[in-house]
């Protein structure tokens, strides 16, 4: 093969993505590493670390990967099946390594796959991917015979988890009970040997990796699939409960009472939790979360960023603005505080584990403290691929123009006596996302009445709910 044109859908902004047999295969996987390869050796690197979740494609597409890396000269550490975030500790630990690719799906249905992947220790991403794919299409590609090896590395990134209890005494946390849900994903493996690991009593679900996912679907941000989580907490009189999604770099979570503590809320605790330790420290969350984490961070004297939603653009702004922490709704959670500054769901569950030890509270006490704010999950709908964009900048000029309080960061969040709503463009789908947040129904139904009237001036109206 000496050049390759991937299919357009699947060059995304954040990764590479798309449907198995339909416009994503091996021969694709091929074109990746030898693009990936070039590019790698042309900036000086040399060396690749290679991970896989648990779908029924990976490992195919895993043996497709290599070989393109190798055919362009570049060695390869197999670190085999495992977390997304397993692959970014290997990255970023093994001193040998200069890249990283994680193939992986994430929370996609089980007939997805893709490929999420780091270069010099920076997110790859954006433009990155774009001149991926104009190598390959080109065949830019230079020529090489890169080995191949296997390391084992689980061991050694669960036990750099458990370093998130630094500082605590254990005994203290010998009374705790905690459910977990690795929803038949990757994490299923690593999370089996934490739990052996760490204080406290510990009940698992669905830990065997299963790439066709029998149980529920991973993503623990949709509050139909914590019902198992939820039952089981209820059942054993947990003190909270942790779900992952299928590559482990998302995070859900409920309290004793079985309630959702959402990203945002997540953040809030982890945020107090830091500050305490880290006093002024910038904390960096995504355009749709609530405005009730930016006071509750202003008020603990630190300084609060709403940055774009995407964890590639999240990570990038952490790095220039040295933020210690960072989080988005979607259950991303990024610690640069005594770790790598990359998002890793297993490390933030050990974090809440500790913030709620240091904070002397429990989780469901913490949970119970935060404002009721009402507000409505991320509504997502169809839009035409060459409207999305459009239609968010026709509604940020009109809404300008009548000195609306509108921050345009990404998309618009317009701030009104009632609260805020957003509108934004999705990066990833041919969607516009809507969120809105009040401290009354009343307030919340006059936001969504200001969605509409924005939308219906653009020629649109908010139609069914669009999938992920």
Known sequence: MKSHTFDPTVLREYDIRGIIGQTLGPADAYAIGRSFATMLRGAGGRKVAVGYDGRTSSPELEAALITGLAASGVDVVRIGMGPTPML??????????????????????????????????????????????????????IDGSGTSERREI???????????????????????????????????????????KLPGEHHTLFTQVDGT???????????????DLKALVAAKNLDFGIAFD?????????????????????????????????????IIADVKASRALFDHVSRLGGHPVMWKTGHSLIKSKMKELSAPLAGEMSGHVFFAHQYYGFDDALYAAVR???????????????????????????LRFQVDESRKFAVVEEV?????????????????????????????????????????????????????????????????????????
């Open 246 to 282: 299928g590559d482990g770099d998302r995070i859900g979570a409920i309290d004793g009472e079985g309630r959702v503590i959402w990203g945002d809320q997540l953040l809030m605790i982890y945020a107090e939790d830091l500050l305490a330790q880290a006093p002024g420290s910038t």
């Open 352 to 378: 809440l584990i500790a913030a709620s030890a240091r904070l002397g509270r429990s989780v469901t006490e913490l949970r119970g403290a935060m404002p009721a704010l009402v507000n409505t999950p991320e």
């Open 154 to 196: 689980l061991e050694a990134y669960v036990e750099r988890l458990t370093q998130g209890l630094a500082g605590i005494d254990t005994a203290s946390l010998a009374d705790l009970k905690i459910g977990w849900d690795a929803g038949n994903g990757a994490a299923g493996p690593a999370l089996e040997l934490l739990v052996q």
């Open 396 to 468: 940020r000029d009109r809404l300008s123009a009548a000195g609306a309080a509108v921050d345009a960061t990404d998309g618009v969040r317009v701030s009104t006596a009632d609260g805020w709503w957003l509108l934004r463009a999705s990066n990833t789908q041919d969607v516009l996302v809507a969120r809105a947040e009040s401290d009354d129904q009343a307030g919340l139904d006059r936001l969504m009445e200001q969605i509409d009237a924005q939308l219906a001036a653009s020629g649109l109206q908010r139609g069914p709910q669009a999938g992920h």
């Open 213 to 227: 996912f029998p149980n529920h679907h991973p993503d623990p941000t949709e509050e139909k699939n914590l019902a």
């Open 88 to 141: 970014y500790y290997a990255e970023a630990s093994m001193e040998d390594v200069q890249g990283g690719i994680q193939i992986t799906g994430s929370h996609n249905p089980a007939n997805y796959n893709g490929f999420k992947m780091v270069f010099l220790g920076r997110p790859f991403f954006g433009a990155d991917i774009q001149e991926l794919g104009r190598r390959a299409a080109a065949g830019e590609w």
